[in-house]
């Protein structure tokens, strides 16, 4: 199913700026939206911020696009849907993994408590320092970010 087919099926309207945001979202590895926006403009011209936010959210609502959001960095993006994967992010560069489900299928935990709650989801994020970083090869953290990393 090609693209248009896909926002078609979700019930979207066909938009060059969509095309351009999905395609980037997959192409790229969990990007924020900032970097979304530099991709989509690089394909199809001038598209505001603010339509890119808005194509996002119409992604995201109709669960073409998965948003994750880790302590600390901008939402990031993906078109890995439909299933419970996990993330790896590294507390340098920020660079997220994906990784399968611990268990299998969501939730993968289970609290010790329910407190009669129906539990969906466990949201798995595991903080640590990628290769390159450990090695001293990775991007230096960005200097205008936020300092308060959560250290776990
Ligand atoms: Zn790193
Ligand atoms: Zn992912």
New binding site residues.
């Given amino acids: 199913m090609d693209d248009a087919a896909t926002l078609r099926g979700a019930g979207l309207r066909v938009t060059a700026a969509r095309l351009a945001i999905l395609d980037a979202v997959r192409t790229g590895n969990?990007l924020d939206a900032e970097h979304i926006a530099h991709a989509v403009r690089g394909r199809v011209g001038h598209v505001s911020t603010q339509a890119v936010y808005d194509g996002l959210h119409a992604l995201t609502d109709t669960g073409l696009v998965r948003r994750?959001e880790p302590a600390g960095s901008p939402a990031r993006y993906?078109t890995?849907v439909g299933d419970n994967?996990h993330?790896l992010v590294c507390r340098l560069c920020k660079g997220?993994t994906?990784i399968d489900c611990v268990a299998g299928a969501a939730p993968c935990l289970e609290p010790s408590q329910s407190h009669g709650y129906l539990i969906d989801e466990a949201e798995v994020v595991f903080w640590g320092v990628c290769p390159d970083c450990r090695s001293g090869t990775g991007e230096a953290p960005n200097a205008s970010e936020p300092s308060a990393v959560p250290r776990g």
């Fill in positions: 969990h994750i993906e890995r994967h993330h997220v994906d």
